[in-house]
């Protein structure tokens, strides 16, 4: 009784879990393939970026696609890799991260190929396999939530560094103009100083002047 209940725990569990892929078709290599799919409620970067992350922790470096006239630019092929919660055998994944659409900028869609001997494999896979595929794009979710804490740390070091240095130019020119202030107080308190010359000047030139007149009258 109780292996029946676990039994049907864990095909319930794997239904829950294996519903969140489904199978599909993308265009690759000229062809429309056989693929998973897989959608995400975080942007298509986080996603790309925990898929990289994971690879590189098994060892492999993919290979993007690129090239303006490349129909299949931004796919990135894993050649001969092993991933042992898939399969023990090497197989080609082949991965693509889309934006879901023009307003789901948070929201992404990983599609997902595997081939076998140069073939595609995905329709070829048994129950097993199909499952632990699935499996796998399911449990990349803490990876990508990882990876997306990540882009919004690195975007806040962005702000946070932005707002510094705008801090930092107000604080400059505060200091700028401070300086400009004593600048223009101590032309101020000289001019003042000229001022009281100049009045002196001015009297004595106007005693001058006035004993000019007074000889002229004389």
Known sequence: MKKLI????????????????????IEYNKE????LVMEYN??????????????????????EEKGMFNKDRGFRVYKDARISEISSTKMDYIINV??????????????????????????????EELGKAKSFLYNLLPEIEAANLELKINEQEETLSKAEKKMKSLQEDKEDM????????DDLKENEKEQEKQKEEVENQKKILENLRDKRKN
């Open 6 to 25: 676990f039994t049907a725990v864990f095909v319930f569990t794997c239904s829950l879990l294996f519903g969140q892929a489904r199978e599909g078709r």
């Open 32 to 35: 429309n393939q056989p693929c």
């Open 42 to 63: 975080f942007p298509p970067e986080a996603v790309e970026n925990a898929v990289i992350n994971k690879m590189d922790r098994l060892g492999y470096k993919g290979k």
């Open 98 to 127: 889309e934006q879901k659409s023009k307003k789901d900028e948070d929201e992404a869609v990983l599609y997902f190929l595997i081939n076998r001997s140069g073939d595609n494999a995905i329709s070829k896979l048994n129950t």
């Open 178 to 185: 401070e300086k400009k202030i004593q600048k223009l107080q």
